[in-house]
């Protein structure tokens, strides 16, 4: 039986995860609808607003760009308003279905519904399917905040609300804005963008400190490695900034320092510390 959806920033057809069907998905975002099979252009929003150009034509174009932007951020703030505690969690888009990171994200995805919170992903194939998909097969609010890229054209089956924004920074801030936590599992160049992103932000306390899990010892082990011997061994960074990230190979220990945390916030929120959390 298809589940109800909780919003229509992305509407799904008779279609079922899994079975194919591009004629059954239909994506709203304003005023467009855009159909599942589209082919993004290649020239995306992101790249036309940071290329430079002639002297003057950006007194042309950006100023009115700007509106557009403030959409997005509407867009996105609307859609989110009312969804509940929620984790973000990120990883690579190329592991096939019978990968054990698509397993592990699944069953990490599965955990979290069981704890009380909805799962982000970036709506992609990969581990963001698999998130997303055990969140929806575990009974789970399960979202997907996509980006046009010439190279991925559709969120994936699994995803209950999505929603495709044109340029980055108003994504990231909807992950931050809408997460109680972020797990990363393996992944790449986007992986790593979204961990320093939080990792920046929490440690300049921008934002609300959270917990910032790697999951997958043997993966992450040369990153953090490397930040010890030449980051920290050069003064980059101080030995009290690893407090901010957690390692762990188990999904139980990852899902554990969540709900931990959450009861750290929800104590000092009671006691009017939050600053101090």
Not at 53 to 78: A, C, K, M, N, Y
Not at 122 to 148: D, F, H, K, Q, T
Not at 210 to 221: A, D, H, K, N
Request: with cysteine.
């Amino acid at each position: 039986m298809a589940r109800e959806k909780k919003t229509g920033a992305v509407q799904r057809g008779a279609a079922q995860p899994g079975n194919g069907g591009a004629e059954d998905w239909v994506q709203h975002r304003g005023p467009v609808m855009l159909r599942r099979d589209r082919k993004a252009d290649v020239a995306n929003s992101d790249r036309k607003l940071l290329d430079q150009r002639g002297p003057t034509d950006w007194v042309h174009t950006d100023p009115w760009r700007v509106l557009r932007i403030q959409s997005e951020f509407i867009d996105g703030f609307d859609a989110l308003a009312e969804v509940p505690r929620a984790v973000s969690v990120f990883g690579s888009a190329r592991v096939d279905e019978d990968h054990a990171e698509y397993a592990l994200a699944r069953e990490l995805a599965g955990a979290l519904v069981q704890a009380g919170y909805a799962v982000i992903t970036g709506g992609g194939p990969g581990v963001m399917e698999a998130a997303n998909r055990g969140a929806c097969e575990s009974g789970g609010y399960s979202i997907g905040l996509g980006i046009e890229l010439p190279f991925e054209e559709r969120l994936n089956d699994w995803v209950d609300l999505g929603i495709n924004f044109r340029y980055f920074f108003a994504r990231k801030t909807m992950f931050v804005k809408y997460s109680q936590a972020f797990i990363c599992l393996p992944g790449g160049f986007g992986t790593l963008d979204e961990l320093f992103e939080a990792l920046t932000l929490v440690q300049t306390r921008k934002i609300t400190r959270f917990p910032i899990i790697l999951v997958g010892t043997e993966f992450w082990s040369g990153l953090m490695d490397w930040l010890h011997s030449v980051l920290q061994g050069a003064g980059k960074i101080s030995s009290g900034d690893f407090d901010l990230i957690h390692l762990t190979d188990s999904v139980d220990e990852a899902v554990r320092i969540v709900v931990e945390s959450q009861q750290g916030v929800d104590e000092a929120a009671l006691l009017g510390d939050e600053d101090e959390w």
